[in-house]
């Protein structure tokens, strides 16, 4: 059983940056692909950024070049930094973690959630 606890999330103005957070139970950790999803009001969840347990990395359309995700094996900590905030991108962001996961854009890939932190970005 894997435990995830996200954490940075906040209120920020557009063209700001913010930096998430999950730290995961365990002591397997880096054989776990990873994934950031988010969730706007009224709208499906979405497939944010990918880290396999390879170290391979795919990112959304919509945050290619803004979004970075990487991970910290020796913390038990997957990260996603967000630069040049959008509007657009406010949302509740999960991070989820699946047994030797790829790259994987879909949520069926993820066996573990978080319960997910508030981003907000004001115009």
């Known amino acids: 059983q894997v435990q995830l606890v996200e954490s940075g999330g906040g209120l920020v103005q557009a063209v700001g940056s913010l930096r998430l957070s999950c730290v995961a139970s365990?002591?397997?950790?880096?054989?776990?692909?990873l994934g950031w999803f988010r969730q706007a009001p009224g709208k499906e969840r979405e497939f944010v950024a990918a880290?396999?347990?390879?170290?391979?990395?795919t990112y959304a359309d919509s945050v290619k070049g803004r979004f970075t995700i990487s991970r910290d094996n020796a913390k038990n900590t997957v990260y996603l930094q967000m630069n040049s905030l959008k509007p657009e991108d406010t949302a509740v962001y999960s991070c989820?973690?699946?047994?030797?996961?790829?790259?994987?854009?879909?949520?069926?890939?993820?066996?573990?959630w978080g319960q997910g932190t508030q981003v907000t970005v004001s115009s």
């Open positions: 365990g002591h397997t950790f880096s054989s776990y692909g």
């Open positions: 880290l396999s347990w390879s170290g391979g990395k």
């Open positions: 989820a973690a699946g047994w030797r996961a790829g790259t994987d854009r879909s949520s069926k890939a993820y066996d573990y």
